[in-house]
């Protein structure tokens, strides 16, 4: 399904990639992204999405924008490259207001609590996630949100959920 499929009045949980899509200005689906982002500022949908995607989506951000001023690392080696040169860091201010222009969405942020990280661990026992995607699967879970707004196939052999990937042309409308 794509996010055009999704019904105004809809509860959706919003995955990292969404927000990089959007902040991605290159990206073949900043266009979906952002139409979909500017449906949730509006209201028309409920955005979900928790303090763990956000955090994500912040740090991957700025990986690629030391992957623009690094030219010459691998992308593989850029995090070991920043751990070993902390001034790079320091430069890297693009990033930074990504977890502020993203509450700026009107979406609720959820703060899971050690207990949902705990029973998250039985997502990653029945559908092999990493700890980040089951985190996200428990809260869904926790919340009764069975929308969730992401390009990670892996979601698709999650029997309670719905998955909302962005297309490349069909939702550029607003």
């Not at 055009?4 to 995955?15: A, K, P, Q, T």
């Not at 080696?77 to 969405?105: A, G, M, R, T, W």
């Not at 980040?132 to 009764?144: C, E, G, V």
């Not at 390009?151 to 607003?174: A, H, M």
């Amino acid at each position: 399904m794509f996010f055009l499929d999704l019904e105004d009045g809809s509860s959706i949980f919003v995955d990292a990639n969404i927000f990089i899509y959007h902040f991605s200005q290159k990206s073949k689906f900043n266009p979906a992204s952002s139409n979909f982002l500017e449906r949730v500022e509006k209201r028309n949908i409920n955005g979900i999405t928790s303090t763990s995607i956000v955090q994500e989506a912040t740090h991957r951000m700025m990986i690629m924008e030391a992957a623009t001023i690094l030219p010459d690392i691998k992308p593989k080696d850029i995090v070991k490259y920043l751990k070993v040169h902390p001034h790079i860091v320091k430069k890297l201010v693009n990033h930074q207001c990504i977890p502020e222009k993203i509450s700026s969405f009107n979406l609720e942020i959820i703060s899971p609590d050690i207990n949902t990280i705990e029973r998250s661990q039985q997502m990653k026992r029945q559908y092999g996630f990493l700890s980040n995607d089951a985190l996200s699967l428990q809260i869904m879970k926790d919340l009764k949100i069975n929308n969730l707004a992401s390009n990670d196939s892996d979601f698709e052999r999650v029997n309670f959920i719905k998955l909302y990937k962005p297309s490349i042309s069909t939702e550029l409308q607003g």
